[in-house]
Nanobody, 126 residues
């Protein structure tokens, strides 16, 4: 069992930056692929970025590529999302997620993830 708790959300002006954190409890954090998803009101939850258990593989949605950076610290059982050059369309509730079995296109689907956090709100004003 893995429990995930996000933090770091808030209100920021367009062009600004935020760093989200996800703290994990449970065993074998490094065995899980981790990801960030987001969900805006009235929209489906969408993939933002993912990182393999070792940190050697990262995947990004086209909408955030070049602006967001995902990372992890297995010694601290933590995952991070550095968000730069934020836009109003980045406004959403951001969730971290863990998957015990990740490959290919599974990164992008919510069904691939076994555990979810409760979310942290990010609001970008124009």
């Amino acid at each position: 069992q893995v429990q995930l708790v996000e933090s770091g959300g808030g209100l920021v002006q367009a062009g600004g930056s935020l760093r989200l954190s996800c703290a994990a409890s449970g065993r074998s954090f490094s065995s899980y692929a981790m990801a960030w998803f987001r969900q805006a009101p009235g929209k489906e939850r969408e993939f933002v970025a993912g990182i393999s258990g070792s940190g050697g593989v990262t995947v990004y949605a086209n909408s955030v590529k070049g602006r967001f950076t995902i990372s992890r610290d297995n010694a601290k059982s933590a995952e991070y999302l550095q968000m730069n050059s934020l836009k109003p369309e980045d406004t959403a509730n951001y969730y971290c997620a863990a998957s015990a079995s990740m490959y290919g296109s599974r990164w992008y689907t919510t069904r691939a993830y076994d555990y979810w956090g409760q979310g942290t709100q990010v609001t970008v004003s124009s």
